[in-house]
């Protein structure tokens, strides 16, 4: 790039600043917490091939290669917590995905405003609800004398502590998931559904078609590209379960079936102090989720050629 052309490129830049310098502004708070916080600790992950030393630093560290990824491949808790994982992640994935769909459809049914909103109110508020709240309500309803085996009992069912029991952790994350997320998540296909042309419902109704015909053939093509971006998303995080949830509901009795790969980095790394081990699981995560998003994206591409790229 010649000098002129560099100048040419600063001159532009510096105008353009002068004009919408307000912008720039109010965006910078922005762009410099994902320099902080997401861009600049990317450097720290060369710790993954140390053997991080705090007195000697990260490039001071005596560099060992794909030890510490040998060392997670091979050990008991690999299989475990990738098991673990993938299972929570599928499960939510069939059954929570597809939650805040089918509640913004319904939602988009109903002729009475107040209703809908009286709805749409009452689904939202949980995501606002502090997840430590929610986990203690979670903890609460599932005792062996909260409300959920109350009912169990009434229809002659055995009360048991579920959050002590392997078996019941998975159903119990993603139920108590789906509803404090169905009611937000929805509001992204609410507003996909209202930029529809009503000419189409229109022409659709002119044919014959009824009101589920009209959902098929009109509502959800309508959204299908919002559909698929999100899916995309979702599929590139499947493997990031969220430890701070998990943390606040199991305990070692249910580590069989609640143990995942964030909350294993979490132990490894905050409470036995192995930071380039939790640092080299925490990378092979990233790319594996890395890898997933782009597969997604490149198979949806291809498929009805919506994609974030």
Same mark, same amino acid.
Request: with cysteine.
């Given at each position: 790039?010649?000098?002129?052309?560099?100048?040419?490129?600063?001159?532009?830049?510096?105008?353009?600043?002068?004009?919408?310098?307000?912008?720039?502004?109010?965006?910078?708070?922005?762009?410099?917490?994902?320099?902080?916080?997401?861009?600049?600790?990317?450097?720290?992950?060369?710790?993954?091939?140390?053997?991080?030393?705090?007195?000697?630093?990260?490039?001071?560290?005596?560099?060992?290669?794909?030890?510490?990824?040998?060392?997670?491949?091979?050990?008991?808790?690999?299989?475990?917590?990738?098991?673990?994982?993938?299972?929570?992640?599928?499960?939510?994935?069939?059954?929570?995905?597809?939650?805040?769909?089918?509640?913004?459809?319904?939602?988009?049914?109903?002729?009475?405003?107040?209703?809908?909103?009286?709805?749409?109110?009452?689904?939202?508020?949980?995501?606002?609800?502090?997840?430590?709240?929610?986990?203690?309500?979670?903890?609460?309803?599932?005792?062996?004398?909260?409300?959920?085996?109350?009912?169990?009992?009434?229809?002659?069912?055995?009360?048991?502590?579920?959050?002590?029991?392997?078996?019941?952790?998975?159903?119990?994350?993603?139920?108590?998931?789906?509803?404090?997320?169905? /009611?937000?998540? !929805?509001?992204? @296909?609410?507003?996909?559904?209202?930029?529809?042309? #009503?000419?189409? +419902? &229109?022409? =659709?109704?002119?044919?014959?078609?009824?009101?589920?015909?009209?959902?098929?053939?009109?509502?959800?093509?309508?959204?299908?590209?919002?559909?698929?971006?999100?899916?995309?998303?979702?599929?590139? /995080?499947?493997? !990031?379960?969220? @430890?701070?949830?998990?943390?606040?509901?199991?305990? #070692?009795?249910? +580590? &069989?079936? =609640?143990?995942?790969?964030?909350?294993?980095?979490?132990?490894?790394?905050?409470?036995?102090?192995?930071?380039?081990?939790?640092?080299?699981?925490?990378?092979?995560?990233?790319?594996?989720?890395?890898?997933?998003?782009?597969?997604?994206?490149?198979?949806?591409?291809?498929?009805?050629?919506?994609?974030?790229?």
């Amino acid at each position: 790039m010649d000098t002129q052309t560099r100048e040419t490129f600063w001159d532009k830049a510096k105008k353009d600043w002068l004009r919408n310098y307000s912008l720039y502004l109010i965006v910078s708070p922005v762009i410099l917490y994902y320099i902080v916080f997401h861009y600049a600790p990317i450097y720290g992950a060369i710790i993954a091939f140390k053997d991080y030393l705090p007195m000697k630093g990260v490039l001071g560290s005596p560099w060992v290669g794909f030890k510490h990824f040998q060392d997670f491949f091979e050990s008991y808790y690999f299989w475990r917590v990738l098991k673990n994982t993938l299972v929570i992640s599928l499960t939510s994935l069939v059954f929570g995905f597809p939650a805040p769909i089918i509640l913004a459809l319904l939602i988009n049914e109903v002729k009475k405003k107040l209703f809908s909103r009286f709805v749409q109110t009452v689904t939202y508020m949980p995501h606002f609800i502090s997840l430590v709240v929610v986990c203690g309500l979670v903890l609460d309803f599932t005792r062996d004398s909260g409300i959920i085996n109350a009912i169990i009992g009434l229809f002659g069912g055995d009360k048991v502590t579920m959050l002590n029991h392997p078996g019941y952790f998975v159903p119990v994350y993603v139920t108590s998931e789906i509803w404090q997320e169905i /009611g937000w998540g !929805s509001i992204i @296909y609410l507003a996909a559904m209202g930029s529809i042309d #009503p000419q189409q +419902y &229109e022409a =659709a109704t002119i044919d014959g078609a009824g009101r589920w015909k009209q959902t098929v053939h009109v509502t959800l093509p309508g959204i299908a590209p919002t559909i698929m971006i999100l899916l995309i998303l979702k599929i590139g /995080g499947i493997l !990031s379960v969220g @430890y701070e949830k998990i943390i606040l509901l199991y305990n #070692p009795a249910i +580590y &069989e079936t =609640a143990d995942v790969i964030s909350t294993y980095v979490y132990r490894k790394g905050l409470q036995e102090f192995a930071w380039s081990f939790s640092s080299a699981v925490g990378l092979f995560n990233s790319t594996i989720n890395f890898v997933l998003l782009l597969t997604a994206n490149w198979l949806s591409r291809k498929v009805n050629q919506s994609s974030l790229w």
